[in-house]
């Protein structure tokens, strides 16, 4: 069984070298900063975020490669702070494939199991039960420079997994392919994930990536974990203004807004903007005449208004068709609002409409902190 | 202002020939967009129209001049690049000032200060007129080096990806702020990208390039709705559009294909089956897009049975590939639409909508106009059904 928890994780990397000078450096920030989460046997798990932001560094720490900082981590009931990385029964894939390019594919995929004294026969049966899985069953006499990019980190991936671990990590597997290669591979990652059905933990910083790859995912900013949720859940429901930023595509759109009462309900303003966009009803006990928002609405969640509200007419700022929908913006003082819509719909440039939220779609945002208001 | 024609224009890198007699005619002031993935020649062609690049045949001309061999500098075109080339140790008002101060189209300080005023405006980066390239964003150094380019009036402006190298959500806003910004252009656009939704938003008229020869010419919306053939359908529309082959059967004097394996004909609508019986074609290749595909778990009349071969929540939409005898075809679903690994599916294809390729040369033959695809003007947002 193989469960993984984080408790209270940290980690800091320090300067080595010590200066010459001896002057003294202040000490690095954390890396990762009081980072806990578990996840489920058998679950693909998603850490996600921006570069920099200790994806990496939380991956290197589960496997060992980095030491902990403060916290412990839990493989099942075992913990594993001071575990060699070898005894972790962990598979691990990278971004750059580290394939021996003297040996074929099939000694590739059998070379851990060499090094561990495993007999001809296990190691035929283990290489012959994975290379169907990542389809490198064709490949198996050739060498690494004679395979294409998407080929080689099949061949990675299927090394990790041939063993049969615990659990696998991947590190941007899909990093360096292009765009058709790496939706064949998803695809085929997530089908062996089914078929073996080992805890796998995939690092990326492509939140499409890790949405359409992950049952759950875990989104860190500056080493602290922002949200974890399904998909589904931080798309819909996100945490804080940079969850709501990050995840999406297109971008949500995020606005910095004056509340004000007009007649029975209240109104969206905004600096520099003659825009006014009702405040959906059920935001009533929440919010106050001159409070400051952050408004975060998606662009598939905004359309022109069908009857007259109490809002203001604005100018269509552009129009594009992009085939399967069509995007619209307005002008909100230096911001865009950005519309997308998969009806058949036309719009002059400079043609006045009213604007309309989905009620349920619209989300708040404390400005300074940028908490989610709920 | 001008407009630009090439005629039979052949360059080669060696043995490379990276554009294959090309014939282009842009007209004066419009927004032209060359597209094509890595390598087709796009940016080559490009940098022949500005004189960086020579070619071994053929003519350019700029207006009705042949500038074949005319130096760049004398051509009167302006170019933003990929990587923004700003000057470093010069600040934003110097870099957008820096065409006007060159020695063969000086104008006077107080012009240029005028000029400076209404780019920066337009840019909305006239707050950072003290700044120097290192201390903007990637966003902001994109508009600064969009405004040098825009800053004259010459005869072409030549934009090489401006928004290749900014991020995806950044480049999703800066690209609305082109467009927005586009009827003040005034001038003749061309404009390089690899990216389908820059090209489709931006251009008047899109040029598809592969293998530096031009494979369709025209309008966005006649490059999704009836693409010149499945390289160009590819390249349009997200998921990609599914192909698959068939064969054309005819079953009580109705036209439909046999494909994917199915006992019943796929029906194709009577005009285009009309234009399938004239050209006579058996072996054809039917384009469907993942929008033209419903699905539902439990069996309807009419649907295909297959199993759910990857299903992707990407934010708002779902895009489930269903694997049926094999072939794959991705479908856009709901938002929260949950599927299993191998689960049964049962999926409907919109025949009206297919797009019908010749099945040896992959070339387009029809598609039905039964089903008008131009959206209609002043319309509403209204709810999807």
Redesign the interface.
């Known amino acids: 069984m193989a469960q993984l928890v984080l408790k209270n994780l940290y980690k800091r990397y320090d300067n080595q070298k010590k200066s010459l000078f001896r002057k003294k450096k202040p000490p690095n920030d954390y890396a990762v900063k009081n980072l806990s989460f578990s996840c489920h046997d058998g679950e693909f798990i998603g850490i996600l975020g921006p570069s920099g932001c200790g994806k990496s560094t939380t991956l290197r720490m589960i496997a060992g490669l980095e030491e902990f900082t403060a916290g412990n981590a839990y493989i099942g009931d075992i913990r594993i702070n001071d575990l060699k990385p070898k005894d972790r029964n962990i598979g691990l894939a990278f971004e750059d494939y580290a394939l021996y390019p003297p040996l074929t594919v099939y000694e590739n995929l059998a070379f851990n199991m060499r090094a561990k004294g495993k007999s001809n026969e296990e190691i035929k049966k283990a290489v012959n039960y994975v290379a169907p899985l990542l389809k490198v069953d064709d490949l198996l006499d050739m060498k690494p420079p004679a395979l294409s990019g998407g080929q080689k980190q099949r061949v990675n991936i299927a090394r990790a997994i041939v063993r049969r671990p615990g659990l696998l990590l991947l590190d941007e597997p899909l990093s360096h392919l292009d765009g058709k290669m790496r939706q064949t591979l998803r695809h085929e990652i997530k089908r062996m994930h089914h078929e073996i059905k080992c805890t796998t933990i995939i690092v990326t910083h492509d939140q499409m990536e890790a949405m359409s790859l992950a049952d759950r995912i875990v989104i860190m900013k500056d080493g602290e974990l922002q949200q974890m949720g399904t998909p589904l859940e931080v798309y819909d429901n996100p945490a804080n203004e940079f969850v709501a930023g990050f995840i999406g595509e297109p971008p949500m759109n995020l606005l910095r807004s004056t509340i004000v009462t007009a007649g029975r309900g209240f109104l969206f303003t905004f600096a520099d903007s003659d825009l006014r966009v009702e405040v959906p009803e059920r935001y009533d006990s929440l919010i106050h005449d001159g409070m400051e928002v952050t408004l975060g609405v998606r662009p598939v969640d905004v359309r022109v208004a069908k009857k007259e509200t109490a809002g203001s007419f604005v100018p269509i700022a552009f129009y594009e068709n992009l085939g399967d929908e069509r995007r619209i913006g307005v002008r909100v003082g230096s911001m865009l609002l950005n519309m997308a819509t998969p009806d058949a719909v036309y719009f002059e440039r400079g043609q006045m409409v009213q604007l309309e939220f989905k009620a349920e779609k619209t989300h708040l945002f404390h400005p300074g902190t940028g908490e989610r208001i709920r | 202002m001008a407009r630009i024609t090439l005629e039979r224009i052949v360059k080669r890198y060696g043995k490379n020939v990276a554009l294959d007699g090309l014939d282009l005619d842009i007209q004066d002031n419009e927004f032209f967009v060359l597209f094509g993935p890595a390598g087709a020649g796009k940016t080559t062609l490009l940098k022949t129209i500005a004189g960086v690049e020579f070619p071994q045949e053929g003519l350019i001309k700029i207006g009705d001049e042949i500038v074949n061999h005319v130096e760049p500098m004398y051509r009167n075109v302006s170019m933003v690049f990929e990587n923004y080339a700003l000057y470093p140790h010069l600040n934003v008002y110097d870099n957008i000032a820096s065409p006007m101060r060159s020695k063969l189209y000086r104008q006077d300080e107080a012009t240029i200060h005028q000029q400076v005023e209404r780019v920066t405006k337009m840019m909305?980066i006239d707050h950072l007129w003290e700044r120097r390239p290192s201390q903007l964003s990637n966003g902001q150094r994109q508009r600064v080096a969009i405004g040098r380019c825009l800053v004259r009036s010459p005869n072409v402006f030549l934009m090489d990806e401006p928004l290749a190298h900014l991020d995806?959500?950044l480049r999703?806003?800066m690209?609305?702020?082109l467009?927005?910004m586009?009827?003040s252009f005034n001038s003749t656009t061309i404009y390089v990208t690899h990216d389908y939704?820059e090209a489709?938003?931006?251009a008047d008229r899109i040029a598809v390039l592969n293998y530096g020869k031009i494979e369709q010419l025209g309008t966005?919306?006649e490059m999704?709705?009836t693409p010149c053939n499945e390289f160009v359908a590819r390249l349009?529309?997200?998921p990609?559009i599914n192909i698959f082959p068939g064969e054309v059967e005819e079953e009580n004097g109705c036209l439909g294909v046999r494909a994917l394996g199915q006992q019943e004909l796929m029906p194709i609508e009577e005009d285009a089956a009309q234009v399938l019986r004239e050209k006579e074609v058996r072996q054809v290749d039917v384009g469907i897009?993942?929008?033209d595909i419903s699905f539902s778990f439990t069996p309807r009349e009419g649907s295909m049975a297959g199993t759910v071969?990857?299903n992707?929540?990407?934010?708002?939409k779902v895009?489930m590939?269903v694997d049926i005898h094999g072939t794959h075809l991705s479908l856009?679903a709901p938002?929260?639409t949950q599927a299993r690994?191998?689960q049964p599916v049962y999926i409907r294809l919109n025949m009206k909508n297919a797009i019908f390729f010749d099945g040896q040369t992959q070339e387009y033959i029809t598609r039905s106009q039964a089903q008008s695809?131009?959206?209609?003007?002043?319309?509403?947002?209204?709810e999807?059904g």
């Open positions: 909305k995806a959500k999703h806003f690209r609305g702020e467009k927005e586009q009827s939704m489709m938003s931006l966005s919306l999704y709705y349009f529309g997200e990609e897009r993942g929008n071969y990857a992707e929540p990407i934010g708002n895009v590939t856009v938002n929260d690994i191998d695809h131009i959206c209609s003007k002043g319309m509403p947002i209204s999807r």
